[in-house]
């Protein structure tokens, strides 16, 4: 199939790309930018680890052409942490044992992500209504929901010290 020229801006990036229109977000990240933090976890759009979000919301890369997104904000996990320092999230999740094998982790991080920026003090059934449709094949729920409810505390904190 014949390439077009498209460009994509990742994590505050811009990069021009010769893609087959065809070609998927998932698959241009991982082999075109290397950036292959996103993982492709199913077949079937079931297991959200090639979240990204893309103008701040969270979506299924492995669903997405790349040529789509063009003139769009697409954040990786990759982009994820904050003036070089980790964000709460990482952080949390590494002082809680929030990942095992740690595949899941990098989509379950964008759903957060987004969540927080939404929803700023989540009841925990919001945050697994959020996460829903993020699974986690080690079964580490509980203490990824630690990190999550610790890094929330903490962004929290960091903003009440900021007022
Ligand atoms: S790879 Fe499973 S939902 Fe995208
Ligand atoms: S930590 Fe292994 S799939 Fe979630």
């Known amino acids: 199939m014949k390439k077009e020229l498209i460009e994509l801006r990742v994590n505050g990036r811009t990069h021009e790309l010769a893609l087959e229109p065809s070609k998927l977000l998932l698959d241009t990240l991982r082999e075109d930018l290397q950036l292959t933090g996103s993982k492709r976890g199913c077949d079937d759009s079931s297991c959200g680890a090639c979240t990204v979000q893309v103008d701040g919301i969270p979506v299924l890369s492995c669903t997405l052409l790349a040529a789509s997104c063009e003139?769009?904000?697409?954040?990786?996990?990759?982009?994820?942490?904050?003036?070089?320092?980790?964000?709460?999230?990482?952080?949390?999740?590494?002082?809680?044992g929030g990942a095992q094998c740690g595949f899941c982790t990098p989509g379950f991080m964008m759903t957060v992500k987004h969540l927080m920026a939404e929803n700023p003090d989540p009841t925990e059934q919001e945050v697994r209504a959020a996460l829903s449709g993020n699974l986690c094949r080690c079964t580490g729920y509980s203490q990824m929901y630690e990190a999550i409810k610790a890094a929330i505390e903490a962004e929290q904190k960091g903003m009440a010290a900021a007022k």
């Open 71 to 96: 003139g769009q904000e697409i954040t990786t996990v990759e982009g994820v942490s904050e003036h070089g320092s980790l964000a709460a999230i990482q952080k949390a999740y590494g002082d809680w």
